[in-house]
């Protein structure tokens, strides 16, 4: 007991010092509790999140995958693997990206409903984007917004695949996901000058100027330029 609670002091330190932003302090925290208590799951993820925020993704899927044998509840299962997936996703390279996949198909079944299952749809038709499975995508992203009708990197994301297939009905269906996106984002530079060249390609000029107008304004006040989420 007293070996646990000194971990968990250590762990906590760590916690505190990441948020900081002081990494290497958190990092030698972490080792520590873990050197304490080797199956302390709590300090086992919060070293794997550390890991990945520091680009160090062979590290922080070996850690998430240990947390995973500490046989953790299923919310925290669902959150290991959720992680894990972002990391394998993260490395870029395809058996990685279906590693991935695989990881948020079993989140999903670790625990089921509300913003996590959003975020897991999310996050496995993005991964399935980059492989070029661009069906199961658009039912992954569309998935996900009946999770969560808000979810504004679906919203994007939808739209970029969308807009990519050029039929006219695509196209529309891509217009109508960047305004959903920009009603909840108004500022987002990107999803308006998007907008833009959508509207252009169908032809409303006016609809047209008026975004890319309301892009330059974004711009100007501070807005974020990104179009899409990841």
């Known amino acids: 007991a007293a070996a646990a609670a000194a971990a968990e002091r250590h762990r906590a330190a760590g916690y505190k010092a990441r948020k900081a932003g002081d990494l290497d302090v958190a990092l030698a925290r972490y080792t520590r509790a873990l050197a304490i208590h080797p199956a302390l799951f709590s300090a086992r993820f919060d070293r794997a999140f550390l890991y990945h925020q520091m680009g160090q993704l062979d590290a922080s899927v070996d850690d998430y995958t240990a947390a995973l044998a500490a046989s953790p509840d299923p919310p925290a299962a ?18 990685s990206t279906r590693a991935a996949i695989d990881d948020f198909t079993a989140s999903l079944a670790a625990h089921r409903g509300g913003a996590h299952a959003a975020d897991a749809l999310h996050n496995r038709g993005y991964a399935r984007r980059r492989l070029g499975e661009h069906g199961g995508a658009l039912a992954d992203y569309t998935a996900a917004l009946a999770c969560d009708p808000a979810h504004i990197r679906a919203l994007l994301n939808r739209a970029a695949l969308l807009a990519r297939s050029g039929t006219p009905a695509s196209l529309e269906d891509a217009v109508a996901d960047y305004r959903a996106a ?20 169908l032809g409303r000029e006016e609809e047209a100027v008026a975004a ?3 892009s ?6 501070g807005g974020r330029a990104s179009s899409r989420g990841s």
């Open 78 to 95: 669902a959150a290991t693997l959720f992680n894990r997936g972002i990391s394998l996703d993260c490395k870029g390279d395809e058996a």
């Open 212 to 214: 890319y107008r309301a």
């Open 182 to 201: 920009l009603a909840l984002e108004g500022t987002n530079v990107g999803a308006h000058h998007l907008l833009g060249g959508l509207l252009e390609r």
């Open 216 to 221: 330059i304004d974004a711009a100007s006040s």
